[in-house]
């Protein structure tokens, strides 16, 4: 999201499937964008150099973009393995019949995922025009055996920054092979004091449950026994499809945030299950190295 511009895409988009040069194994580069690690879990660079459009109009002329960014934090990691509240977790497991197949499961479909929050600082030219970026920012992995969008039904991750530098990451998931609802997040005030969030009273199925998330609301959350009212306006709302045969389907929404109060901004996914496949036409114009690992991904 550019100020006075709007949301910049890829021109592929809403398609996200990208590949590196064939000769690039070792590194994090696609469509432009190259991510380079300079001191784990402390800093990394990012740089792009291309062409972008305008989300609210494609047919609008591409505008050259370059990107020169540092990501560093002084936080650590928020790794939802180890530091999730354990009651909470536990009573997101206690809801779901317990079977011999329903734990087998919760090994097979595990994803060790972890987040953390920094802030980005650097240059973004935009049409030849240098603009200075500080930014806060936020960063996450997800890892396992499988990482397969298709175990998802939806799920909702608001992420906050505020004016008085609060700031956290609050969800909820259904995952229906593993939690029908399962409270994910992490708040960190602006000491820079991190709390897993133990409670959210929004209601999945009453939200956006038919595809189309809502763009003004509220709903209340609890971290470190301190309860939050957030309140969510909706700026602008492009989606875009995940995965190898688009087996998610991503409303990616800009956001202005008010927690207790407290002005803010931030963005806000909605992912569900998409069903209805990667359009052929896209698919044929893979190149031919990766090409043949498509029919070993759509397996797995």
Known sequence: MVPNTGVLTLPCH??????????????????????????????????????????????????????DLHWVSNLPLFDYDTDMDVMTTAQAFAQEPWTRQYFQQLREHHQTHYEQMGHLQGYVTLDGESHNIYLPAFRDHSYGKLRDWRLMHRYVFHHIFLENGCKGVVGVVCQPSTCSRLVLGNWWCNSGKGAAVTWVDLDLKQHGERGTPPKDYAFTFIAGGEQHVVEVEVVASPQHYLGWDWEARMVETWVKYRVDGVSGAGICEWNYRHCEGRPEELNTQDPEWAAKYRPKYLAA
């Open 14 to 67: 809403p398609d996200t499937v990208t590949f590196r040069p064939e000769d690039a194994e070792d590194a994090f580069c696609a469509a432009g964008l190259t991510i380079s690690l300079l001191t784990p879990v402390k800093s990394w660079k990012l740089q792009f150099s291309g062409k972008l459009r305008l989300h609210s109009n494609p047919k609008d002329d591409p505008k050259d973009v370059k990107i």
